[in-house]
């Protein structure tokens, strides 16, 4: 049996699509379902448990005790062999537990299977690659002078590479690591590992955590291109992005003391951004100023065969999602537009068959 956990936010709409995705005849895997509630709203519990209290388990809190506690609340209680992590805003395409769960099954140094990640049901906009943080990757988000900056692009370079690779794969591939919003996991390795998520991590990086405890175990991480899920990134609490982003810096910074706070190139860096300001190289930006409706992007005509948008909320594009087009001009997708949280959005186009992409980019406000 799987035991599925879905941690609401003001999302319970979403919320019951997400549930719907894994009952018939969306799939047909003996199933329990489990919904937390962290919204401290009357108006969501009641959508919850009018719609989905006689088809899932309830737990609802009187305050928003974190996504990972959330999710710990239902895992002690779970009885499934595999446990199915979603988030409330994503859902799953038809038939895609049975092809995890039978990967699971058979090959037993696997602890997580994750599905590709597309961000809108048209499949337009592909999610990217999950990594986990290091001080290498520290040191990268902000590089120092010319030579710094050239680094930091080659990287990012490297890391688009990567995405292109996992992006257009049709065969299973091993990873790093995974993302916490759809994936199914191993009961018993949690077991073997402490547990579902530390509860330090109340927003952000609890996956990441998980992930690297269970390769420390020996345990295998894979992706399965044949399987689908679309999360509609950023969908939950946009008004609340400020928060979200000091919550992810809040769980990053403990995510590396945790790891890293004895290794002396940390102890370096960490040191070199507390005592020093720190201008950072960028590339050539071109400012689109404030948008209201999706822009479209000129394509040289050496990659209108066959071009790559990446989309990211930062500079050097790790991480980026991605779109693939041909043509004269690369319009930003209608579909994904109004998904995107009020802040400053990056974009930078090059060919997926070459390596080398220009250091020119484009920026937008949305508020």
């Not at 058979?106 to 592909?126: M, T």
């Not at 890391?159 to 049709?170: D, F, I, V």
């Not at 060919?351 to 406000?365: A, D, K, N, T």
Request: net charge negative; charged share 15%; hydrophobic share 40%.
């Amino acid at each position: 049996m799987i035991s599925a956990i879905i941690v609401n936010y003001f999302l319970a709409d979403s919320a019951i699509r997400a549930v719907q995705s894994l009952l018939p005849p969306n799939q047909q895997e003996e199933i329990e379902i489990w919904i937390v509630d962290n919204s401290e709203s009357e108006v969501e519990v009641k959508k919850l448990k009018d719609t989905l209290g006689d088809i899932s388990h309830l737990i609802i809190n009187d305050k928003n005790v974190g996504f990972g506690e959330a999710c710990n609340q239902a895992y002690q209680q779970a009885k499934g062999e595999w446990i199915f992590l979603l988030n409330p805003d994503a859902y799953l395409e038809s038939g895609a537990l049975t092809v995890l769960r039978n990967f699971l099954q058979y090959n037993q140094r696997v602890g997580a299977v994750g599905p590709r990640i597309y961000w809108d049901a048209a499949h337009q906009f592909f999610l990217p690659p999950s990594l986990p943080p290091t001080p290498w990757q520290m040191f990268l988000n902000k590089p120092r002078g010319e030579l710094g900056g050239k680094l930091t692009w080659f990287s990012s370079l490297k890391y688009r590479n990567r995405a292109l690779h996992y992006w257009q794969s049709t065969s299973p591939l091993r990873q790093l690591n995974l993302s916490g919003g759809h994936v199914l996991l191993r009961h018993e390795a949690i077991e073997k590992v402490g547990g579902l998520f530390d509860p330090q991590f109340f927003l952000y990086y609890e996956d990441t955590d998980l992930f690297l405890r269970l390769r420390q175990a020996n345990y295998q991480l894979f992706y399965l291109p044949n399987t689908v899920a679309i999360h509609a990134f950023g969908g939950c609490a946009p008004e609340k992005t400020a928060w979200k982003w000091a919550e992810m810096a809040n769980s990053h910074n403990k995510f590396m003391e945790k790891y890293y706070q004895h290794q002396p190139f940390y102890k370096w860096i960490k040191q070199l951004y507390q005592n020093e300001t720190i201008v950072p190289w960028q590339p050539q930006i071109e400012d689109l100023g404030i948008l209201e409706t999706p822009p479209c992007f000129p394509v040289p005509p050496a990659w209108q065969n066959d071009w790559l948008l990446e989309w990211s909320l930062v500079p050097y594009f790790f991480p980026a999602a991605g779109y693939f087009g041909q043509g004269e001009q690369a319009m930003f997708p209608t579909s994904i537009w109004s998904q995107l949280p009020p802040t400053r959005h990056f974009v930078r186009m090059g060919s997926r068959h070459q390596f080398w992409v220009p250091p020119r980019i484009w920026q937008w406000e949305t508020v």
